[in-house]
Nanobody, 126 residues
Framework: QLQLVESGGGLVQPGGSLRLSCASS????????IGWFRQVPGKEREGVSC????????NFADSVKGRFTMFRDNAKNTVYLQMSSLKPEDTAVYYC???????????????????WGQGTQVTVSS
């Protein structure tokens, strides 16, 4: 079964940057769309960004457009979320998720994804 492991979270000051990684163990991600989601206590999990299986299409939530980028290295079975100009409101647990899909457009709803990582905490604070 596909297993995803996130890494790269931590504490960063406002305006700083972090790169999150989502790695697969045992399975190639070549045919999987990947999404990044985040959740804070008491709120629903929200879509942050997604990338289709080829890496040719990405989507971003309005709240992170222009600040976050997402890319994949299928040779390393890893997908990355590069976060810049971080704000305190970006503080959350970040999850990556995968769905077996070769569609051009990737989904931003967590309901569309079948495999999930354990999450990594991102805290933006001075």
């Amino acid at each position: 079964q596909l297993q995803l492991v996130e890494s790269g979270g931590g504490l960063v000051q406002p305006g700083g940057s972090l790169r999150l990684s989502c790695a697969s163990s045992g399975f190639t991600l070549d045919y999987f769309a990947i999404g990044w989601f985040r959740q804070v206590p008491g709120k629903e999990r929200e879509g942050v960004s997604c990338i289709n299986s080829s890496g040719g299409n990405t989507n971003f939530a309005d709240s992170v457009k222009g600040r976050f980028t997402m890319f994949r290295d299928n040779a390393k079975n890893t997908v990355y979320l590069q976060m810049s100009s971080l704000k305190p409101e970006d503080t959350a647990v970040y999850y990556c998720a995968a769905v077996n899909s070769v569609q051009t457009i990737c989904a931003m709803s967590p309901l569309e994804y079948d495999y999930w990582g354990q999450g990594t905490q991102v805290t933006v604070s001075s």
